[in-house]
């Protein structure tokens, strides 16, 4: 019968974010990732062949948790204000929840984890997960005016996650950060004083690049 997985590539992923976090991607090479987690050099080899994959991997993990928290908060019928606020405050409950990942995601971008040294495979990977949040936030965007788009793209993603950087210095983000977000958010996203009247919405499109 098999032998039983002693080291899965979820604990090789895990230990990569952690070692990105305390020293920056350099850091996550293939021998410290093995050292980190107690195993030979050589499984972390067997499951990443390309020290980039393993790299991409910690980006595309954290990323896809991430969107299991952000993307339902954008995909509701409520009011696009109320699904606004919602979002902004589950960027930052993420984080709470989340504090080493949130790091990853608040220091770093794609770039520094996908690249032309990647396998196909994750880099398509690494393409699905963008497309299918550029498609949840034009989602958001097209029950809002075309001026307000700036707006509402600060009120959801550019907030909340400053307010995660800044909170990172100071022991990372509470549960009073993820009011205040949604409290931003109601703000920028609440219609001008006085103003009674609206542009067209943008049309929604699935090709949209933000």
Not at 39 to 56: E, I, K, N, T
Not at 98 to 105: E, K, V
Not at 120 to 143: F, I, M, Q, S
Request: overall charge neutral; charged content about 15%.
């Amino acid at each position: 019968m098999p032998m039983p997985v002693k080291f899965t590539a979820a604990e090789f992923v895990a230990a990569a974010v952690r070692l990105v976090v305390a020293g920056g991607p350099a850091a996550a090479t293939a021998a410290a990732v093995a050292a980190a987690v107690g195993a030979p050099s050589g499984s972390v080899y067997h499951r990443f062949p390309r020290r980039a994959d393993l790299l991409a991997s910690a980006w595309i993990a954290t990323l896809r948790d991430f969107h299991a928290t952000f993307l339902p908060a954008l995909d509701t019928a409520a009011d696009p204000v109320a699904v606004g606020v919602a979002a902004a405050r589950a960027v930052v409950a993420w984080s709470v929840a989340n504090p080493q990942p949130a790091a990853l995601l608040a220091r770093y971008g794609r770039s520094d984890f996908i690249g032309a040294d990647c396998s196909p495979a994750v880099r398509a990977e690494a393409d699905a997960l963008d497309r299918h949040l550029t498609e949840a936030l034009a989602g958001l965007l097209g029950r809002f005016s075309a001026a307000d788009r700036d707006r509402v793209l600060l009120a959801v993603v550019d907030a909340p996650l400053a307010l995660v950087r800044r909170s990172l210095a100071a022991g990372g983000p509470s549960a009073a950060t993820v009011t205040l977000a949604g409290e931003a958010a109601a703000r920028l996203l609440a219609p001008p004083a006085g103003n009674t009247t609206t542009d067209p919405p943008i049309l929604h499109n699935r090709d949209a690049k933000l």
